[in-house]
C-alpha cells in the first residue's frame, strides 16, 4: 500500500506570494496516476492536476504540478485571495486510491 | 461526466444502508467506479472499487467484511452496501470515476448516531 505524505502542514502566505505544495509517497509509482485538488469548506473537492503535470478544465495557470517517481509538487506562482483551502495529493490506480492528509493553504 | 449519489441518510449504530450512484456521459461498463468518503473536518478516505465488468472489487480495511460495493452496467449505477455501521462511518460519500480526468459527484452524507 502506498502512503502519501505531504508538507508543510500548514502555508499561510500573502496574496502574490508563491506556495510550494509536497507529496512525497513511500513508495515509486507511475506519475500518470498522481493528481491534485484544493477542497474549501462544505464543497466538494476541486480537480487541480491529474497526471501528475496536467491542468484539469478550467484552472488558471497559476497552478503547476511536477515531480516523479516519490516526489511530487504543486506550485502555485502567485496567490489569489481565492486559493485558500485544503489541498490534497491522491494516487489513484484500478484497484484503488490513496489520499495525502493536505495541506492548508491560509491567505493572509 | 456526471455522478448523481443518493441513499444517504441517519442511521443508528449497527444499522444498514444502501447508497447509489447514477452515472451519465459516458460508457459506463467500461470503467471501473470508486467511493470515497471524508467524515467531519476529516480527509478524504478510499472506501471501495470495482472494476468495470464488476468482476473484481477492493476494499479499505476499516469497511471490509462490513461494505459491499456492487453495480447494474444496464442501469448505469454502482451501490454501495453499508451494514454493521458504526458512528466513525459517519461521512460524505462520494461516488468517483477515472475517465482520463477524475470526476466526482456531488456527495451523500450518512450519519450514523442512536
Known amino acids: 500500500e502506498i502512503v502519501l505524505t505531504q508538507s508543510p502542514g500548514t502555508l499561510s502566505l500573502s496574496p502574490g506570494e508563491r506556495a510550494t505544495l509536497s507529496c512525497r509517497a513511500s513508495?515509486?509509482?507511475?506519475?500518470?496516476?498522481l493528481a491534485w485538488y484544493q477542497q474549501k469548506p462544505g464543497q466538494t473537492p476541486r480537480l487541480l492536476i491529474y497526471g501528475a503535470s496536467n491542468r484539469a478544465t478550467g484552472i488558471p495557470d497559476r497552478f503547476t504540478g511536477s515531480g516523479s517517481g516519490t516526489d511530487f509538487t504543486l506550485t502555485i506562482s502567485r496567490l489569489e485571495p481565492e486559493d485558500f483551502g485544503v489541498y490534497y495529493c491522491?494516487?489513484?490506480?484500478?484497484?484503488?486510491?490513496?489520499f495525502g492528509p493536505g495541506t492548508k493553504v491560509d491567505i493572509k | 461526466v456526471q455522478l448523481l449519489e443518493s441513499g444517504g441518510g441517519l442511521v443508528q449504530p449497527g444499522g444498514s444502508l444502501r447508497l447509489s450512484c447514477a452515472a451519465s456521459e459516458f460508457t459506463f461498463s467500461n470503467y471501473a467506479m470508486t467511493w470515497v468518503r471524508q467524515a467531519p473536518g476529516k480527509g478524504l478516505e478510499w472506501v471501495s472499487t470495482i472494476t468495470g465488468s464488476g468482476s473484481s472489487t477492493f476494499y479499505a480495511n476499516s469497511v471490509k467484511g462490513r461494505f459491499t460495493i456492487s453495480r447494474d452496467n444496464s442501469k448505469n449505477t454502482v451501490f454501495l452496501q453499508m451494514n454493521s455501521l458504526r458512528a466513525e462511518d459517519t461521512a460524505v460519500y462520494y461516488c468517483?470515476?477515472?475517465?482520463?480526468?477524475?470526476?466526482w459527484g456531488q456527495g451523500t452524507l450518512v450519519t450514523v448516531s442512536s
Open positions: 468517483v470515476v477515472v475517465v482520463r480526468l477524475l470526476y
Open positions: 491522491q494516487q489513484y490506480g484500478s484497484s484503488g486510491f490513496t
Open positions: 513508495q515509486s509509482f507511475s506519475s500518470s496516476y
